[in-house]
């Protein structure tokens, strides 16, 4: 079993809908990244948590430290947002587990 | 800013030739990482350097070496390329070791033959 998950893998969507994706891990950690990978390839860096919510436009990352999950909510859903979305859990010796990552397409 | 700038974007090499990829930021950053992507499986780490002076093996060491050359350059260097060495690679830099964003580069796809 892989130390961080992340359902579902694939997931499809049409414009406008809100979408949530997830993330579970089975270690401590002292914080989780959200990461966002474009069709081309390069990979940018959404949302680093420790605790509670953190907003940036229309896309919304939680975590609950206690039950070791975290969620990647976007709302009102593009095409734009059609990436492959990736977590990560830091842990306190700074190495960090990566997520398979989840295929979200948003159709028009 | 440029950013993280890696170099090449796509190689192929041989079985047992031998090559260099580079990755250069411009952000001032303290830590650096070489990570590959293949498909099914995270990005895993190869090999790190958390501040100028210092590298460190990561999950998936073997076959790779590197050098950070100074605050801004960090090399992967594979010295006799195997097919299992097929990937994307990716250079990424963050200001600390830990608890701070990753920025990386753009990635470079290597296929051996």
């Known amino acids: 079993k892989n130390e961080v998950e992340q359902s579902p893998q694939n997931l499809t969507a049409q414009e406008g809908e809100f979408i949530t994706i997830n993330c579970s891990y089975s270690v401590g950690i002292s914080a989780l990244h959200w990461l966002q990978q474009h069709p081309g390839g390069g990979i940018v860096s959404l949302f680093m948590l420790s605790s509670g919510k953190k907003k940036h436009g229309r896309l919304i990352a939680t975590i609950n430290i206690q039950e070791k999950h975290s969620s990647l909510h976007i709302t009102a859903s593009h095409p734009r947002d059609s990436a492959v979305y990736i977590c990560?859990?830091?842990?306190?010796?700074?190495?960090?587990?990566f997520g398979e990552g989840t295929q979200l397409t948003v159709n028009p | 800013n440029a950013g993280v700038t890696q170099t090449p974007k796509f190689q192929v090499l041989k079985t047992g030739q031998s090559m260099t990829l580079q990755c250069a930021q411009d952000m001032n950053h303290n830590s650096m990482y070489w990570y590959r992507q293949d498909p099914g499986m995270g990005l895993r780490l190869i090999y790190y350097s958390a501040s100028e002076g210092t590298t460190d093996k990561g999950e998936v060491p073997n076959g790779y070496n590197v050098s950070r050359l100074n605050k801004r350059e960090f090399s992967l260097r594979l010295e006799s390329a195997a097919p299992s060495q097929t990937s994307v690679y990716f250079c990424?830099?963050?200001?600390?070791?830990?608890?701070?964003?990753?920025?990386f580069g753009n990635g470079t796809r290597l296929t051996v033959t």
């Open positions: 990560a859990g830091e842990t306190s010796g700074s190495r960090l587990t």
């Open positions: 990424a830099s963050r200001y600390r070791q830990g608890n701070s964003p990753l920025h």
